[in-house]
């Protein structure tokens, strides 16, 4: 099969690890780049990339980069492709534009001529043109400019990958289903060692650590924009579907556990679990987690508590930061925890000390994925070099 080149953003700070889940899928010639990992394959190493990656947000097919100087360029690179036969002109479509020290004044009307180049392209050639959808297009198109070179790239995936086709109700600020994936991989966490978020929202770390478990692929319940273009392979893909499912493990119950203080917002996660078919392999309730105390001797803690942006909101943080280091510290030895932040208060009052502190970002918001060893006898006598040893039973 022929090999072609794609690029698959990601959130900031999880390249190393899609990198490494590419290659994992049979990408080649993988690169790791802001935001994003370039790599080469063929249609099976795409299509697996969009049922199976956890952390790449959409996975684009690049079918041009050239060096541009103007709007008429731009438009010039985007009319000379075949876009008559990568889809039919019954589709729908839209084009968006991203930039970089583009020296071109408006990108509204970089993208207006992508998509004139695209319609005179299909009338040309079949007397119809696409329309355009820009809420839900059958197509995307992508644009990107940087100081001298465009790219051009149709996107595989359609709606973007995070979408698992699953959570029915968000929370409260849900975290994106591949930046919790992403976490879950960089605490090291693996299935069948307990994991608990004790402030568990709309559930998204619990469901993506249950599908892990089960090694569901994220992408099985949706569809892919890749189902669309005239060359799709059927049977490639039914053959794909069918070993990742042949792949997964029954649903037995797997230590999981997560709660939230509020009824409504953990409501939302049942449903959300149940709706995956989980309800009956993981542990819900509903608890403050000041209150709370481990569900085994050890295991991983991996959360996102709450971080407030109104004045009052932080008054109220400012207190409860250094309650959630004691009950970390005083009910959590043995555990390792993991608490991801966009508050740069939460490591000043947590009164912990911070073996790890990983800068990733939730869209343009940085943040901080913290790394607390919570050892038996407190963190003190350890950083003093006194390591606790396991005791005999
Ligand atoms: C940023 S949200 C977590 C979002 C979650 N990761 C998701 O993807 O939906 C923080 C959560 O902490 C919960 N929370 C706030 N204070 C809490 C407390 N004292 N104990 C337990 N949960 C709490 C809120 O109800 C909210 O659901």
């Not at 005179?120 to 059958?138: G, L, N, Q, Y």
């Not at 070179?149 to 996107?155: G, Q, V």
């Not at 008054?315 to 508050?343: C, N």
Request: positive net charge; glycine residues 8%; charged residues 25%.
């Amino acid at each position: 099969m022929t090999r072609h080149c794609f690029f698959a953003p990601c959130p900031r700070g999880l390249e190393p690890i899609l990198a490494a889940e590419l290659e994992q899928l049979g990408a080649s010639s993988v690169q790791g780049r802001d935001g994003g990992v370039q790599f080469q394959g063929d249609w099976r190493v795409c299509y697996r990339a969009n049922l199976e990656s956890r952390i790449a947000s959409r996975i684009l097919w690049q079918v041009a980069t050239q060096p541009y100087a103007s709007e008429a360029d731009v438009y010039n690179i985007a009319r000379a492709l075949p876009w008559n036969e990568w889809f039919t002109p019954a589709l729908t479509i839209r084009v968006n534009v991203a930039a970089i020290k583009c020296p071109l004044r408006s990108l509204d009307f970089v993208t207006l001529k992508i998509k004139d180049a695209v319609c005179d392209k299909f009338r040309e050639i079949t007397a119809r043109r696409p329309s355009v959808d820009t809420a839900r297009p059958d197509i995307r198109i992508h644009g990107f400019l940087d100081a001298w070179k465009f790219s051009l790239y149709l996107d595989t995936s359609g709606e973007a990958l995070f979408k698992r086709g699953l959570r029915e109700r968000a929370g409260e600020a849900p975290i994106r289903e591949n930046l919790a994936a992403g976490i879950l991989r960089l605490t090291g966490w693996q299935p069948g060692i307990p994991l608990l978020d004790p402030m568990c929202g709309s559930g998204t770390f619990l469901l993506e650590a249950a599908q892990i478990s089960l090694n569901i692929a994220p992408g099985l319940e949706r569809g892919f924009a890749f189902e669309k273009l005239t060359k799709f392979d059927k049977a490639l893909w039914d053959q794909l579907r069918k070993t990742a499912i042949a792949r997964q493990k029954p649903k037995t119950p797997q230590p999981i556990f997560g709660s939230d203080l509020y009824g409504d917002v953990l409501a939302a996660a049942r449903a959300n679990l149940s709706a995956a078919g989980f309800s009956e392999i993981l542990t819900l309730k509903q608890a403050n987690v000041l209150e709370i105390s481990a569900p085994a001797p050890f295991g991983f803690l991996v959360t996102n508590p709450p971080y407030g942006v109104r004045i009052g909101e932080q008054q109220a943080l400012t207190e409860f930061y250094p309650k959630l280091g004691d009950v970390l510290k005083k009910r959590f030895s043995g555990w390792e925890a993991y608490i991801f932040t966009a508050d740069p208060l939460l490591p000043k009052l947590i009164r912990l000390n911070a073996s790890r502190r990983t800068p990733l970002f939730n869209g343009a918001l940085e943040c901080r994925l913290l790394e607390y060893k919570m050892v038996a006898g407190g963190m003190r006598r350890v950083r003093q070099g006194n390591v606790p040893q396991p005791t005999k039973s």
